[in-house]
């Protein structure tokens, strides 16, 4: 099956427009403020402002705002870097899009004890964060940030269109606005991975080399836990999204001329907050100007 037969169609000319700036923290924050500007972005973000989550609930928008949160900050590394100027505008807005994401997610996720999605974001050490090792891994070449955005938007697509039918409205809300902007970066990742795949003979050694290097942490994603057990109606059962996922990253291998890797999975444990290595780094560069200048402002 071709990615065309799959229904698939490639992404539009122009990208999403960027965010804008940073929303400030509320007077009461324990951090301070660490601002852009005072403009609020509260519209930005989706969801109601008035439901709280409990402890499961919380856990798992977690598991999704981490993941996001986590690939936001490895895309916007190529931003000046990208080997094409339209590429940085291109990863950088989907760099953009995941942020936006992980704050409304984080920011529910904190309504369970208190916490913003600063607090979150800049204040919890590496175990404390539930990102699968996929979101974790390095962006290498331009050819393995790809690979990974192929297996990352395919799988956040299937997820987000699932996620609409959460009983939970603030999670329902959240995938509402995120399929749209995931279709885009799933489209995004196809057309690349057909492009690399089918150029010079480098290019598409370094596909395939990616692809392989990716592959062992496609398992993770679809791990079920006793936590979705619990929030049965509210979650997405990962185990559910393989079949689509399958069908999906096949067919775009299959016209890419490309083979399925045949490697074994990692062991994972993101989700309960054993971390690839990178992970530490990544953090280190991420929360170094919140923790080194608590509550400063420009």
Known sequence: MSASNAGLTLPAANAP?????????????PHGEVTLESTAL?????????????????????????????????????????????????????????????????????????????????????????????????????????????????????????LVFSTDPTLAAVAGKAVKEVEYHRDHAIQWTLRLAGGTEESRRRMIGAVGDVWPYVDELFRDDDL???????????????????????????????????????SGGGRRGAHFPTLRGLLGEMQWLARRHPGATW
Not at 120 to 127: C, G, P, S, T, V
Not at 231 to 236: D, K, Q, R, W
């Open 17 to 29: 427009e960027p965010h804008g700036p940073h929303e400030p923290h509320a007077p009461h924050d």
């Open 42 to 162: 509260a519209a930005e973000l989706a969801g109601d402002d008035a439901q709280r989550a409990d402890a499961d609930v919380a856990e798992y928008a977690l598991w999704l705002g981490d993941d996001a949160l986590i690939l936001a900050q490895q895309l916007s590394a190529w931003i000046a870097r990208a080997p094409e100027l339209e590429e940085d505008v291109a990863l950088g807005n989907i760099a953009l899009d995941l942020l936006g994401h992980a704050r409304s997610l984080l920011r529910y996720a904190g309504t369970a004890d208190g916490r913003s999605e600063d607090d979150l974001a800049f204040w919890r050490d590496e175990h404390e964060f539930r990102s699968a090792w996929l979101f974790e891994q390095d962006n290498g070449d331009f050819a393995h940030t790809i690979a990974r955005q192929l297996v990352a938007s395919v799988y956040l697509f299937e997820l987000y269109a699932a």
């Open 228 to 266: 979705i057990d619990r929030l049965e109606g509210v979650a997405v059962r990962p185990s559910t999204l393989r079949a689509p996922f399958d069908a999906i990253v096949g067919a775009v291998l299959t016209e890419a001329e490309l083979d399925l890797p045949a490697v074994p999975p990692s």
